[in-house]
T-cell receptor, first 116, second 117 residues
Framework: EPEVTQTPSHQVTQMGQEVILRCVPI?????FYWYRQILGQKVEFLVS????????KSEIFDDQFSVERPDGSNFTLKIRSTKLEDSAMYFC??????????????FGSGTQLSVL | AQTVTQSQPEMSVQEAETVTLSCTYD???????LFWYKQPPSRQMILVIR??????QNATENRFSVNFQKAAKSFSLKISDSQLGDTAMYFC??????????????FGKGTHLIIQP
């Protein structure tokens, strides 16, 4: 089965630094998502991306965050000036069509971000 | 805004037994989708089953089935003949069916299911 690939699996950064989390969605997929899960809490939607622009974003996704599809294969999440509370598992996901149709949403294995 | 509530933080059953995980939700939307996701210790999110709100028939996928009660806004997951590999966190999720764009999922807090040998 095709996979969504996320790198790195674990990233450690100092508070105030910028981090970029990388994802390679499945090649023929058109919709891309970022979710996060703080340890012991529920998974939270951050942003969706389609046709090279943000389609929907949650309240969490403020000016500190940005997303980009720089080269047609990668999908990145940039977090500027990281804070301790940004420590979480960040999941990338993709689907060929809108998630609620016959195509299912594929999740990556996540990047565990630790802000010290 | 939508909310999803899973009232069972943890459940434990013996292998081969049947177990039901509860989920309720609150929404003013009339068209939406409901999902159950499994998160094993590897923490990868895996879709278990999906239900479209406009369909009255309950979805089934092999040993997994749902009891969808739209009026009560209830969406429980039944796992039959439970297996050790079913041990995981299970998340109930909601997604509204909007006119365009790519919509995000609203998740519940999860139920930790433990299958005992």
């Amino acid at each position: 089965e095709p996979e969504v690939t996320q790198t790195p699996s674990h990233q450690v950064t100092q508070m105030g630094q910028e981090v970029i989390l990388r994802c390679v969605p499945i090649s023929n997929h058109l919709y891309f998502y970022w979710y996060r899960q703080i340890l012991g809490q529920k998974v939270e939607f951050l942003v969706s991306f389609y046709n090279n622009e943000i389609s929907e974003k949650s309240e969490i996704f403020d000016d500190q965050f940005s997303v980009e599809r720089p080269d047609g294969s990668n999908f990145t999440l940039k977090i500027r000036s990281t804070k301790l509370e940004d420590s979480a598992m960040y999941f990338c996901a993709s689907s060929r069509d809108r998630q609620a149709t016959n195509e299912k949403l594929f999740f990556g294995s996540g990047t565990q971000l630790s802000v010290l | 805004a939508q909310t999803v509530t899973q009232s069972q933080p943890e459940m434990s059953v013996q292998e081969a037994e049947t177990v039901t995980l509860s989920c309720t939700y609150d929404t003013s939307e009339s068209n939406y989708y409901l999902f159950w996701y499994k998160q094993p210790p590897s923490r990868q999110m895996i879709l278990v089953i999906r239900q479209e709100a406009y369909k009255q028939q309950n979805a089934t996928e092999n040993r997994f089935s749902v009891n969808f009660q739209k009026a009560a806004k209830s969406f429980s997951l039944k796992i039959s003949d439970s297996q050790l590999g079913d041990t995981a966190m299970y998340f109930c999720a909601f997604m509204k069916r909007s006119g365009g764009g790519a919509d995000g999922l609203t998740f519940g807090k999860g139920t930790h299911l433990i299958i005992q040998p």
